[in-house]
């Protein structure tokens, strides 16, 4: 029996503040899919998180619907998801916070 390691999901106070920036159900939303996307394996590319090329916020992005969440992973001296930014995309516009971003 193989055992999945956890990741610890750690937020910087630029990501909470975003998440603040949400409504209810948003915040709701984003949090639930961190922890059951990124608990285990966060670096496994899968239909809905995937390996960015390099830009400015982060290397990894999940989305859940319009919400993107901006990521990356460490793997030592502890198993650790820093969660960077929360934004919504907009057609190939991504807003976070208050600053539109293209990632494209």
Do not use: C
Not at 10 to 36: K, M, N, P
Not at 49 to 63: I, S
Not at 70 to 92: H, M, N, Q, S
């Amino acid at each position: 029996m193989s055992r999945r390691r956890r990741y610890r999901i750690e937020y910087t106070d630029q990501a909470v503040e975003h998440l603040r920036g949400l409504g209810a159900h948003q915040r709701a939303a984003v949090l639930d899919s961190v922890e059951v996307q990124l608990a285990h394996e966060p670096t496994v590319p899968t239909r809905n998180r995937k390996l960015l090329r390099a830009n400015p916020v982060a290397p990894w992005e999940l989305r859940i619907g319009t919400m993107r969440v901006y990521f990356d992973v460490v793997e030592v001296p502890r198993a650790v998801v820093t969660v960077r930014a929360v934004g919504i995309k907009v057609r190939e516009r991504i807003r976070i916070g208050r600053v539109e971003i293209d990632l494209g």
